[in-house]
Structures are given as structure tokens and as C-alpha cells.
């Protein structure tokens, strides 16, 4: 045996029972530096896979999981399951337990050999197969109604070959109807603000410790304390950022993506610790599309599809154009203001007969109609409110711009729309509604022309914005962020816009938001029994909320102008 003096620095006193290779981890000279898929089998040496159901901490897990896993194969009606990434065995055990047929795979033989006698302990005889993702079809036989990935596995993978990989041979692997649940870490938490844990939902034991002793966008490498013994152990892990997660499924054909935090729907204004994606494989043609809507895209189409706020907005707000106004005072009429608006984002953008405008969240259709008119051009109406459109489609024969203005009942996360057609893409005050905004500029990106332009306001965060300020806004649109004028410029600049301009009328969304507020209060005898009283209560909730936060420098509001 190796005396403790003797042993690498990765490791203490505590382990005499292992020789140096149980415990030794190879890094090399430059740790930081190792960053290949293929290590993470060196990593789980066998003095750390022993320690790991410390780590894991299995009944206070189970605890703080509850029976969410359980109940979202339950209510797809799942019973066979391939748990890719098993590890010491936790999520197999209780799959079993739940009655599901559970077959259990891993990359590392260690791993499987301490999953297989745990699962013994806990009376059951796991199926073991060691595989690697991205050969998962050949070592594993058979489709499956779910595949799950969990304990923060997939953040093994530092090729995004191998990762698109791996999700392909999931894909492959699933009914035509299954689903997969893959987790990970709160990376952009980490990346952006630095590491912290609540620890409510956490999988750590209460002996050890686990935070990232180096991190960069390219690198979480964790270090892993047991304080029973004093071992220490490192992973060396890729920081995966939830939006790319999610877009890398959806390139894959993963349709619809649901993002919980920390095993709950909505998670509050804290951010959460670990994120769990559940992607459903069935594929829904166009007209089915709406089925596949994301959560935050679901809450604003039922939303904007109640009676409530239908006659809200058509009656109220104003009908043609329901969006932020161009004050020239605080006490002007809603109608000019909003006019004002669209007048103004159609300066310099080189509209004529010839151009062809997606209006992307177009409400009522008033924008629309109005370019049409003006400049005899086509316009194709994205929105995903059906009553709103229906109203849209009303308005557009009357006024006789049928022939010129097209409506399309559908989700900016994912538009039903031509690639590469249109040559001016429009938006306003909409984006917001949208949890996934990079897949928003993705499918901007998508369907413009080689040197298309792109105008488009939204409600943001002020640059800095302190999050926890914007709670009560969050909380209203069941959303965990809003966009900003940095996060825009990042995300145009990155897929080669060399034009990107940003017109700041911050001051106007307060403005705003006043005028509404002041006409809901004038109009609330008119509409008694037309607007329930607590839609009007919530919404003058809500207006005020975005008031105050314009007036304390929490938000921000103007044109962009983005252009090829």
C-alpha cells in the first residue's frame, strides 16, 4: 500500500485501503488544460466512485426530487426506460422501484459495478450495459418510451460533435413517441455571477463539499471534498449554457422542449441550481405546431386568447396597435403615440412594393396594415393568439389589404414560415413573451434574405439590471429573465450583423404604461361585467409594476435597427 504522504495531492489521509491507482486522478502538470471527453473515465477511479454515494447523499436526494421524475414518465405513460448515465445506481433504483423496466448504461465499468451492488442492496438486479453515447445504438439493443440523462452527465462531453452525437443516438433510441430528460447545472449562473448553491435541491451529502475551482466557457473543473476522511477529487466538466442545450435537442428534432428549475415549473426569482430538460420526440407537422409550444410561450397564447384580455386590449389599449407609444407629452392619447411608433421604425429601413415584411407577434395587425398601405408592400402576420388573428383577418377584408397582408397562427420560437424569404423582419414589444430569445434570433436568422433588415422594440432590462428588482414583471409573464440591449447586440453580432443599432426611448415605457393604467382606471365603470375584476386588478398590478420599474432604471425600451 501507498503511505497517505506518498499519494498525489488530490487525495488525504483516510484511504489506506486502496492502492495509488484507486485514488489517483491523472491530470497532467496543467489540469486545466485537460479537456477531453474520453478523460472522464480516468476521473471516476475507484476511491472516488466508493465516495460518490456520499456525494450523492441518496435519501436526501430522493427527498428533494420528490416524485418528479417519476410522474413525468407517468403521465406519458412510459414503462420501459434506458438510464444513460447510471452512476452509483440512484436514478435506476428508483425508476425500478416505481415499475418502470429499467435498463442501466455508463461509460465507466466502475461505475456500473457500484450501481449493480447497490441496486442488490436495495433489493433489485440491474440490467447493466456499459456504453458510450456516442455509440449508444451499438451497444444497447431496442427502443425505449424515455431516456434519461442525469446527475449533470452530459456536461462530460467537451466536443459539440459528440454531443450532437449523443443526443442523435438518443433520438434514435426512443419510440416515436418518447421523451428525454436530460439535467444539468445552473452554468450561466456560474459563469456570469460566480457560484453559489442553495442547497434545497442540490445532490450533495452532508459530509461533503463541491464547488468549481476553475471555471471559464470552455471549463468547469469541480473539486470534490469529503470531510469524513478529507480525500479530495476533481471532474473536469464543459459549462453548458441552457439555451445551447436546448437548441442543440431542437436541431436534433426534438420538437417540444420544457426547461424546469430545480423540479418545479416555475422557480421563483432565486436562480436555480440545476436545470432538468424534458424533450418529447413526436413530431407534429405544421398545423399541429401549437401543441409544441414551449411553457412561456403557452402562458402568453392562453393568455392573449381569454376574453379578458381580448377585450382588454382591443377596447381599451386601443385595437389597431397594441404596443409602447411615442409620446409627445405624458397626457397624449395612446392612438398618436402608437402610431408614432410605427412611423418612426419605418424610417431607413428602404421599404417598397417589392419588399416582403414578417411582422413577428403582430397583435391585431395594425403595423401591418399600416405598411401595406403605405408603401404597397406584402406582410405576412406571425402571432400566436388565434382570437387575436382572427380579429386580424377581420380587420384586413374590411379595410379591403387582404390581398396584401397574410395572417399565421404560430410561435416565433419556431415560425412555419420559408427559410431565407423575407426581406424586412418586424417586431414589436413582443419578444419578451419568449423564454428561449436566442432561438428568436435564430429563426430571425433563419428566415431573412442575405442582406435583410430588422427592426424591432421590446420591453428589456436595463443593461446591469439588478434581476431581483424585475421580480414582480418576471413573476407576471412566468418568465425567469427579459431580454437587454446588450443581449441583442451580442446575439446579432455573433451571426454576422454588421449593422446593429439601438435608438433608446427607456423614458417612454414609463410614459406608457402610465397612460394605459390612467385609461383602464377611466374605463373600469364602462367595462364592469365585460372585464372580470380580477383580470383588472392584476393588470393594474401589473402596469404599475412596469412603471416603477422604469422609473428606478431596472428596464429599458427603444428601436433596433439591425441590418446584414
Not at 473536469?236 to 445551447?244: H, S, T
Not at 403615440?337 to 414578417?358: F, K, N, W
Request: with cysteine.
Amino acid at each position: 500500500m501507498t503511505a497517505a504522504a506518498d499519494r498525489s495531492p488530490d487525495t488525504a489521509a483516510g484511504l489506506d485501503e486502496y492502492t495509488e491507482a484507486d485514488v489517483h486522478q491523472e491530470f497532467g502538470e496543467n489540469p486545466n488544460e485537460v479537456r477531453d471527453t474520453n478523460h472522464y473515465q480516468e476521473e471516476y477511479v475507484k476511491g472516488f466512485v466508493d465516495k460518490w454515494d456520499d456525494y450523492i447523499g441518496w435519501e436526501g436526494r430522493a427527498a428533494s426530487e420528490g416524485s418528479f421524475f417519476i410522474d413525468q414518465l407517468s403521465a406519458r405513460g412510459v414503462e420501459k426506460v434506458l438510464d444513460v448515465a447510471t452512476g452509483t445506481g440512484f436514478n435506476s433504483v428508483q425508476l425500478l422501484k416505481g415499475g418502470f423496466e429499467t435498463v442501466s448504461a455508463d461509460g465507466s465499468a466502475e461505475m456500473l459495478a457500484k450501481a449493480f451492488e447497490n441496486g442488490r442492496q436495495h433489493g433489485h438486479v440491474l440490467r447493466v450495459v456499459q456504453a458510450d453515447w456516442r455509440w449508444l445504438n451499438r451497444d444497447v439493443h431496442g427502443e425505449y418510451d424515455a431516456i434519461i440523462c442525469l446527475g449533470n452527465s452530459f456536461t462530460h462531453l467537451f466536443n459539440e460533435r459528440d454531443r450532437r452525437k449523443a443526443l442523435a443516438e438518443f433520438y434514435a433510441m426512443l419510440k416515436h413517441d418518447g421523451v428525454l430528460i436530460l439535467d444539468q447545472r445552473n452554468y450561466d449562473e456560474i459563469l456570469d455571477n460566480g457560484f453559489s448553491s442553495k442547497h434545497k435541491y442540490f445532490y450533495c451529502g452532508d459530509t461533503v463539499t463541491a464547488e468549481p475551482e476553475y471555471i471559464d466557457d470552455g471549463l468547469a473543473r469541480f473539486r470534490y471534498t469529503f470531510h469524513d476522511d478529507g480525500s479530495v477529487y476533481h471532474l473536469n466538466m464543459f459549462p453548458l449554457r441552457k439555451d445551447y442545450v436546448r437548441r442543440l435537442m431542437r436541431e436534433v428534432g426534438f420538437q417540444k422542449i420544457d426547461s424546469y428549475g430545480d423540479f418545479q415549473e416555475t422557480y421563483g426569482t432565486e436562480s436555480p441550481d440545476f436545470w432538468i430538460h424534458v424533450a418529447e420526440k413526436t413530431y407534429r407537422p405544421d398545423d399541429e405546431l401549437s401543441e409544441s409550444y414551449s411553457t412561456a410561450v403557452h402562458t402568453a397564447r392562453d393568455y392573449y386568447n381569454s376574453t379578458d384580455a381580448d377585450t382588454f386590449y382591443h377596447e381599451v389599449w386601443g385595437g389597431e396597435d397594441i404596443h409602447v407609444g411615442l409620446y409627445n407629452s405624458p397626457d397624449e392619447a395612446i392612438a398618436p403615440a402608437s402610431q408614432r411608433t410605427v412611423e418612426r421604425m419605418a424610417e431607413g429601413m428602404d421599404i417598397t412594393p417589392e419588399t416582403r415584411v414578417l411582422d413577428m407577434g403582430a397583435g391585431y395587425g395594425g403595423s401591418a396594415r399600416w405598411l401595406a398601405k403605405t408603401y404597397g408592400c406584402r406582410v405576412t402576420c406571425l402571432n400566436l393568439s388565434e382570437v387575436e388573428n382572427e380579429r386580424n383577418r377581420e380587420k384586413n377584408r374590411a379595410q379591403g389589404l387582404d390581398h396584401l397582408v397574410d395572417v399565421v397562427d404560430g410561435s416565433f420560437e419556431s415560425m412555419p414560415v420559408q427559410d431565407n424569404f423575407y426581406d424586412l423582419v418586424w417586431s414589436q414589444d413582443a419578444f419578451l413573451h419568449s423564454g428561449e430569445r436566442r432561438q428568436v434570433v435564430e429563426e430571425i436568422d433563419r428566415v431573412l434574405v442575405p442582406g435583410g433588415q430588422v427592426v424591432f422594440t421590446d420591453p428589456m432590462a436595463a443593461d446591469g439590471a439588478d434581476v431581483s428588482a424585475l421580480s414582480p414583471i418576471l413573476a407576471r409573464l412566468h418568465l425567469d429573465t427579459l431580454g437587454s440591449p446588450g443581449f441583442y447586440r451580442e446575439e446579432f453580432a455573433k451571426r454576422g450583423y454588421s449593422s446593429i443599432e439601438f435608438e433608446d426611448h427607456t423614458d417612454q415605457l414609463t410614459t406608457h404604461y402610465g397612460r394605459v393604467l390612467s385609461e383602464l382606471e377611466a374605463a373600469e365603470p364602462k367595462f364592469k361585467g365585460a372585464i372580470s375584476d380580477e383580470y383588472i386588478s392584476n393588470m393594474k398590478t401589473g402596469l404599475t409594476n412596469w412603471v416603477n420599474g422604469g422609473k428606478s432604471g431596472q428596464l429599458a425600451w427603444g428601436i433596433f435597427r439591425v441590418k446584414r
